[in-house]
Protein backbone atom coordinates (compact mmCIF):
# COMPACT_ATOMS: atom_id res chain seq x y z
CA UNK A 1 0.00 0.00 0.00
CA UNK A 2 1.10 3.28 0.25
CA UNK A 3 1.27 5.59 3.22
CA UNK A 4 2.83 9.09 3.38
CA UNK A 5 2.88 11.08 6.84
CA UNK A 6 3.77 14.55 7.59
CA UNK A 7 2.71 16.60 10.60
CA UNK A 8 -0.49 18.21 10.46
CA UNK A 9 0.58 21.44 11.37
CA UNK A 10 3.10 23.15 12.57
CA UNK A 11 3.78 27.08 13.95
CA UNK A 12 6.62 29.65 13.52
CA UNK A 13 8.03 32.70 13.53
CA UNK A 14 8.40 35.35 11.17
CA UNK A 15 12.01 35.67 10.15
CA UNK A 16 13.05 31.80 11.01
CA UNK A 17 13.54 28.37 9.75
CA UNK A 18 11.27 26.04 9.86
CA UNK A 19 11.85 22.28 8.78
CA UNK A 20 8.68 19.98 7.42
CA UNK A 21 9.36 16.32 8.10
CA UNK A 22 7.55 13.70 5.24
CA UNK A 23 7.76 10.34 5.77
CA UNK A 24 6.55 7.69 3.31
CA UNK A 25 5.98 3.73 2.55
CA UNK A 26 5.22 3.48 -1.15
CA UNK A 27 5.36 0.31 -3.41
CA UNK A 28 7.39 2.10 -5.87
CA UNK A 29 9.31 5.58 -5.86
CA UNK A 30 10.71 7.57 -8.74
CA UNK A 31 10.48 10.52 -7.22
CA UNK A 32 9.21 12.86 -4.14
CA UNK A 33 7.75 16.43 -4.68
CA UNK A 34 6.64 18.95 -2.26
CA UNK A 35 3.89 21.47 -3.01
CA UNK A 36 2.29 24.53 -1.50
CA UNK A 37 -1.08 25.17 -1.78
CA UNK A 38 -2.71 28.37 0.08
CA UNK A 39 -6.56 27.21 1.18
CA UNK A 40 -9.27 26.68 -2.19
CA UNK A 41 -6.23 27.07 -4.50
CA UNK A 42 -4.71 24.48 -6.50
CA UNK A 43 -1.11 23.40 -5.28
CA UNK A 44 1.86 24.94 -6.59
CA UNK A 45 5.38 23.11 -7.51
CA UNK A 46 7.96 23.78 -5.10
CA UNK A 47 10.65 21.04 -5.23
CA UNK A 48 11.24 17.60 -6.65
CA UNK A 49 13.88 15.21 -5.39
CA UNK A 50 14.77 11.97 -6.88
CA UNK A 51 18.40 11.49 -6.01
CA UNK A 52 19.55 11.30 -2.16
CA UNK A 53 20.72 14.76 -0.89
CA UNK A 54 20.01 18.49 -0.90
CA UNK A 55 18.18 20.60 -3.18
CA UNK A 56 18.00 24.01 -2.73
CA UNK A 57 16.20 26.66 -4.39
CA UNK A 58 16.02 30.70 -2.76
CA UNK A 59 14.06 30.18 0.41
CA UNK A 60 13.35 26.51 -0.15
CA UNK A 61 15.30 23.35 0.43
CA UNK A 62 14.24 19.87 0.27
CA UNK A 63 16.53 16.86 1.08
CA UNK A 64 15.67 13.30 0.21
CA UNK A 65 16.66 10.05 1.56
CA UNK A 66 15.89 6.96 -0.08
CA UNK A 67 16.93 4.01 2.17
CA UNK A 68 15.30 5.74 4.99
CA UNK A 69 12.11 6.82 3.15
CA UNK A 70 12.07 9.97 4.20
CA UNK A 71 12.11 13.73 2.94
CA UNK A 72 11.96 17.34 4.33
CA UNK A 73 11.27 20.99 3.35
CA UNK A 74 13.25 23.29 4.81
CA UNK A 75 11.98 27.06 4.50
CA UNK A 76 14.02 29.92 5.53
CA UNK A 77 13.69 33.45 6.27
CA UNK A 78 9.83 33.15 6.93
CA UNK A 79 7.26 35.24 5.15
CA UNK A 80 4.02 35.88 6.40
CA UNK A 81 2.71 35.04 2.68
CA UNK A 82 4.50 31.11 3.95
CA UNK A 83 1.57 30.90 6.03
CA UNK A 84 -0.20 27.70 4.09
CA UNK A 85 -0.28 24.10 3.66
CA UNK A 86 2.67 21.95 2.54
CA UNK A 87 1.54 19.11 0.40
CA UNK A 88 4.41 15.58 0.27
CA UNK A 89 3.84 13.44 -2.82
CA UNK A 90 5.52 10.54 -4.07
CA UNK A 91 5.60 9.47 -8.15
CA UNK A 92 5.40 5.57 -7.94
CA UNK A 93 5.67 5.54 -11.89
CA UNK A 94 5.18 1.90 -13.00
CA UNK A 95 2.66 3.04 -15.14
CA UNK A 96 0.76 4.97 -12.33
CA UNK A 97 2.05 8.30 -13.15
CA UNK A 98 -0.48 10.25 -10.68
CA UNK A 99 1.05 11.52 -7.52
CA UNK A 100 0.42 10.10 -3.97
CA UNK A 101 0.22 12.68 -1.74
CA UNK A 102 0.33 13.29 2.03
CA UNK A 103 -2.39 15.17 4.25
CA UNK A 104 -0.64 17.95 4.37
CA UNK A 105 1.47 20.02 6.59
CA UNK A 106 -0.41 23.42 7.74
CA UNK A 107 2.45 25.99 8.49
CA UNK A 108 1.35 29.28 10.46
CA UNK A 109 3.78 31.89 10.61
CA UNK A 110 3.55 34.03 13.59
CA UNK A 111 4.69 38.18 13.75
CA UNK B 1 5.33 28.18 -16.83
CA UNK B 2 2.85 25.73 -18.47
CA UNK B 3 -0.70 26.94 -17.48
CA UNK B 4 -3.89 24.73 -16.95
CA UNK B 5 -7.18 25.97 -16.59
CA UNK B 6 -10.46 24.44 -15.30
CA UNK B 7 -13.82 25.65 -15.85
CA UNK B 8 -15.78 26.33 -14.09
CA UNK B 9 -14.00 27.69 -10.96
CA UNK B 10 -17.18 26.55 -8.69
CA UNK B 11 -20.55 25.05 -9.25
CA UNK B 12 -23.90 24.74 -6.89
CA UNK B 13 -25.94 22.20 -8.68
CA UNK B 14 -28.91 20.26 -7.26
CA UNK B 15 -28.87 16.38 -6.22
CA UNK B 16 -29.32 14.09 -9.21
CA UNK B 17 -28.40 16.24 -11.41
CA UNK B 18 -25.13 16.18 -13.26
CA UNK B 19 -21.78 18.93 -13.94
CA UNK B 20 -19.08 18.98 -16.41
CA UNK B 21 -15.43 20.32 -15.40
CA UNK B 22 -13.28 21.00 -18.17
CA UNK B 23 -9.76 21.13 -17.51
CA UNK B 24 -7.11 22.58 -20.43
CA UNK B 25 -3.90 22.97 -20.79
CA UNK B 26 -3.55 26.10 -22.42
CA UNK B 27 -0.13 26.26 -23.94
CA UNK B 28 1.01 23.18 -24.14
CA UNK B 29 -0.20 19.42 -25.72
CA UNK B 30 -0.91 17.01 -22.68
CA UNK B 31 -1.03 13.94 -23.26
CA UNK B 32 -1.85 12.67 -19.77
CA UNK B 33 -3.93 14.58 -17.06
CA UNK B 34 -5.46 13.62 -13.85
CA UNK B 35 -8.16 14.53 -11.88
CA UNK B 36 -7.81 14.70 -7.94
CA UNK B 37 -10.08 15.61 -5.63
CA UNK B 38 -9.57 17.26 -1.89
CA UNK B 39 -12.00 17.14 1.09
CA UNK B 40 -11.78 19.76 3.27
CA UNK B 41 -8.73 19.81 5.22
CA UNK B 42 -7.39 16.28 3.77
CA UNK B 43 -5.04 15.72 0.97
CA UNK B 44 -5.61 15.94 -2.40
CA UNK B 45 -6.79 11.85 -3.74
CA UNK B 46 -6.04 11.00 -7.63
CA UNK B 47 -8.80 9.93 -8.81
CA UNK B 48 -7.95 8.74 -12.03
CA UNK B 49 -5.91 9.21 -14.94
CA UNK B 50 -7.18 10.26 -18.21
CA UNK B 51 -4.66 9.79 -21.52
CA UNK B 52 -5.81 11.23 -24.95
CA UNK B 53 -7.58 8.86 -27.26
CA UNK B 54 -8.02 6.22 -24.87
CA UNK B 55 -10.03 5.12 -21.88
CA UNK B 56 -9.01 6.24 -18.45
CA UNK B 57 -8.00 4.49 -15.59
CA UNK B 58 -9.54 4.69 -12.54
CA UNK B 59 -7.94 4.45 -8.72
CA UNK B 60 -9.44 1.45 -6.35
CA UNK B 61 -12.64 3.00 -4.78
CA UNK B 62 -13.48 5.27 -7.56
CA UNK B 63 -16.80 4.74 -9.37
CA UNK B 64 -16.17 5.20 -13.10
CA UNK B 65 -20.08 4.71 -13.97
CA UNK B 66 -20.58 8.12 -11.81
CA UNK B 67 -17.24 9.43 -12.53
CA UNK B 68 -17.07 10.07 -16.71
CA UNK B 69 -13.68 11.12 -18.07
CA UNK B 70 -13.46 11.96 -21.69
CA UNK B 71 -9.70 13.26 -23.11
CA UNK B 72 -11.00 13.84 -26.48
CA UNK B 73 -8.00 15.85 -27.49
CA UNK B 74 -4.66 16.85 -26.60
CA UNK B 75 -5.55 19.79 -24.63
CA UNK B 76 -8.82 19.47 -23.02
CA UNK B 77 -10.36 16.63 -20.31
CA UNK B 78 -13.75 16.77 -19.15
CA UNK B 79 -15.38 15.02 -15.84
CA UNK B 80 -18.35 15.03 -15.39
CA UNK B 81 -19.95 14.11 -12.29
CA UNK B 82 -23.24 12.34 -12.76
CA UNK B 83 -26.44 11.76 -10.68
CA UNK B 84 -24.21 14.09 -7.98
CA UNK B 85 -24.90 13.61 -4.52
CA UNK B 86 -24.43 16.17 -1.52
CA UNK B 87 -21.33 13.64 -0.28
CA UNK B 88 -19.79 14.33 -3.76
CA UNK B 89 -19.18 17.87 -2.66
CA UNK B 90 -15.51 18.68 -3.10
CA UNK B 91 -12.57 20.76 -5.01
CA UNK B 92 -11.71 19.21 -8.07
CA UNK B 93 -8.34 19.30 -9.49
CA UNK B 94 -6.86 18.62 -12.50
CA UNK B 95 -3.30 18.46 -13.53
CA UNK B 96 -1.30 17.93 -16.81
CA UNK B 97 2.07 16.61 -17.70
CA UNK B 98 3.93 18.37 -20.42
CA UNK B 99 5.67 15.37 -22.26
CA UNK B 100 8.33 17.47 -23.27
CA UNK B 101 9.51 18.60 -19.75
CA UNK B 102 9.64 15.46 -18.07
CA UNK B 103 7.44 13.86 -15.24
CA UNK B 104 8.38 16.67 -12.87
CA UNK B 105 6.58 19.26 -14.54
CA UNK B 106 3.47 18.54 -13.78
CA UNK B 107 1.13 21.46 -13.98
CA UNK B 108 -2.27 21.92 -11.92
CA UNK B 109 -5.20 23.84 -12.70
CA UNK B 110 -6.56 25.80 -10.30
CA UNK B 111 -9.50 23.61 -9.19
CA UNK B 112 -13.53 23.65 -9.42
CA UNK B 113 -15.46 23.86 -6.06
CA UNK B 114 -18.67 21.90 -5.99
CA UNK B 115 -21.54 21.69 -3.93
CA UNK B 116 -24.88 19.38 -3.95
CA UNK B 117 -27.44 20.80 -2.59
Given at each position: GQNIDQPTEMTATEGAIVQINCTYQTSGFNGLFWYQQHAGEAPTFLSYNVLDGLEEKGRFSSFLSRSKGYSYLLLK???????ASYLCAVY?????DGLTFGKGTHLIIQP | GAVVSQHPSWVICKSGTSVKIECRSLDFQATTMFWYRQFPKQSLMLMATSNEGSKATYEQGVEKDKFLIN????TLSTLTVTS?????SSFYICSARDPNRGIHEQYFGPGTRLTVT
Open positions: ELQMKDSSGGGA | HASLAHPED
